[in-house]
């Protein structure tokens, strides 16, 4: 082979892709037809099966690290799991690709020029991990998206000439106020009190979400939990480590674990599918680390997605009425990452009016996957738009979803076609159910009039 | 014209007949180093900019498939219409270059692993379903179809395309036909070969020819569409596919039964196939197959019995159905059965498929390595074949469950080993040679579904014999003389079964 001829870069130091994991394959192509980036390619090599094996052939040598080609391949991957869901041999894809980007993060960091250190550097380890950093920038954001600014830049074509158009149309819209975590301890509101659960805030969450922290915290207390929601959490590292730097999302993941240790409670729950993925992963993150592995194996085990914990232990009696069809998008970090996918239907039935419509590959990648938005940004509005024809085939007046990523992208995607359908996390909806219960009467209106847009 | 200078300077092939179709493509390394870019923009021309892949990552996973094999191909087309497949043809012809075609990358046998050097044809940008005529039963598809939606898309009409190779969820319909793909069902549904109604197919001189149509009966000439199916690539590249739809069976049902001695099991076998119920599968798993399975997903299978038969049947009177089922039963209990029952939900019953469908990946985490063997024999040999392995297994000091469809012959013994011991894998090969020996002396055949490929050309003569195999040859060579169709496949390299090689 001509390409032994030479010395290629392989992997070195810690976090190396493990041959024991990419060694399960048997290249039998069950991941192909699932996997978002082959599906719009057809390409092998934009596959799972095509991408382990270019990790393996860095590792034996017969492939550079940075080649483009690898370098891309890399980056194209939305890490959103569907592979690892339908693989028959077991291979744990996460372990391959996510130690694989560290290793080119490394490799590379060197070569990029000085502002794209400084943004990456600011934007990952300033904004994710300091969430008072974050409040600050949101606060700032807040204003901008207030005032006559956003209009006046959006007019001036100011964006386009950064090349900040699309981003900006993805910039969340910041919560009117924060959810902070502050030592926090809301009682259950039901008779009977069945745990004591970690709310887990977010970093994005908490600032621009916060009525869906609000909502879930109201939706736990009813269902007899009595919440939690400790200062000493963060982020919980998500971004860091699918980003290639895992170093920095094992310093944000002691944090978490510290807390939770400190907190006493029985559950940590979290409502962002990508989080609460990367909390059940602390357990693999600190594998070779004799003096955190166990610690953070512990408290893998007792992370929870708010939908997978209601739907487990029961919803409280008390739902009223919204009247509209809905359609569930599927997190991949929910339904692949963490395989939980009948929990959120379940709960959706429950709701008395709710009319659930299913779209065709809701479990197919919506394209926003972190920060993929800003890294390949042509595969994520090829996904992006193939998510936003299935949504408008199913005919919904809502899209429901549980991650938050997944909603922005979704509300970018609608907006840009200037389709009215609300984009909501299935927790709002519960919520929003227990708010519409009238006692006395049996039916009653809605506020599905205002929905159905 | 560019490419004529080029030309010059290579070595044209001899035309040397050996014994392998005649091989006059050009080597690897004189195409890749002399003429890559020239040629290359001329495939560009023909397929599109977006259709060609020539980095070394595009190289290196388009040089594998299902199998240990791993090759590097020269370039890699997604080409749309079978235009553009006939052009590159005859470019091909033109230049004495190899054509691997390939579908989805999923076979057992190597046949889609190229030859070095080759241009890989993937069909997998022809991927629409052209039409389901439901008044003639047919459905008419480009290659790159994926079996399972094609599947999907039909019942969702009431009709039903029946060859269900295990694959059918990656697998594509360019792939079964070339391999002839079975499936479970094949018991009473047959393989892909009896849904071919029609062909479209680009010959390896670049015409595009049609064989067959939307009729039920044709006895016009030569039957082309069964010489083209199975033919692995080697006669051409399969550019669309008109296959035949049945009515899907409104009820189906599953039963198990276990067995204390194998030997039982097959005779049960060959008593029900003889009682005149035809079910749609009798699916076997032995001892080593169910304690894999139960290790990776235990579902209760009974570990403790020698083997387990699993049967379907369908059909559209649900009494009827179920009174065949029983008789089933009842026929196994009387071959000793210690546990037979039907599965009294569609849960059970799914449990139980699951269970089966298990058994490949169960099997590959038992040992680093398997080589899946495929050998398919008359049913009444069954007893003895399961022996023949047995001893093979123990005398070679290996791990080979057995496992397949049992009621129409056909067995995947798999040898369970790690490649990297050498001295594991010189058993490995020794062992495999003997199976397929075993196969042919009781009657039966090197491969009942897989293909043949790489991995079983050594043994075609001993199957086929010296005069079939030449005539096999004379085939080939007649539609195509400068052998670029997937060379290397199919046909023994010289040496014989010495040559025999696991890579």
Redesign the interface.
Known sequence: MTSLTTKKQGFTGSDIPPSSVYDQCVRCGLCLPTCPTYVETLVETSSPRGRIALIKAVSEGHLDLTSPGFMHQMEECLDCRACEAVCPSGVEYGRLLEPARTQIERATKSRRPRHMRLARWFSLRVLFGNLGVMRLVASLLRFYQRSVLQRSVRESGLLRTFGLEKLEALTPRISPRFFTPRNQRHPSVAPERKLTVFLHAGCVMHVAFAETNAATLRVLQRCGCDVLIPAGQGCCGAIAVHAGDMDFGRTLARRNIIAMEESGADVYVVNAAGCGSALKEYGKLFADDPQWAARAATFSSRVCDVLELVDKIGLAPGLGAINAAVTYQEPCHLVHAQRISEAPRRLLARIPGMLLREMNESSLCCGSAGIYNVTQPEMAERLQERKIRNILDAQPHIVATANPGCALQMIAGLAKIGRRIHVRHVIDLLDESYSAYMPASGVLPSNAASISG | MRLRCVRRGLRRGGGKIGVGPRRQVRKHSEV?LESPGVLAEELRQIVGERNV?T????L???G????WYQS?PLIVL?PETAEQIAAVHRLANRERLAITPRA???GLSGGSVPSAGSIVL?T??M?RILEIDEDNAVAVVQP?V?TG?LQRAVEARGLFYPPDPS?L???AIGGNIAENAGGARCLKYGVTRDYVAALQAVLPQGEIIRIGGKMVKNVTGYDLRSLFTGAEGTLGTITEATLRLLHKPRFDATATAAFSRIEDAAAAVTAIMRSGIMPVSIELMDRITMQCVEELSPIGLPTDSDAMLLFAVDGNHERAMLADLEAIVSIARDHNAGEARVAQNAQESAALWAAR??I??AL??KR?H?LGEDISIPRSQLVAMVRRVREIAQRHALLIPIFGHAGDGNLHPNILCDRRDAAETARVRIAAREIFEAAVELGGTLSGEHGIGLLKKQFMELDLGVDTLALMRRIKNAIDPNGIMNPGKMFPEPGGLDAFDLR
Do not use: C
Not at chain 2, 55 to 58: L, R
Not at chain 2, 64 to 67: L, Q
């Open positions: 890749h892949l980095t070394d990552e595009d290196l996973v388009y594998y498939d299902g199998t590097k997604l989805m990358g999923s993937n997998a940008r991927n790159g994926i939606d694959s969820k990656q697998s469908r298990a490949s990946p590959a985490r680093p398997k």
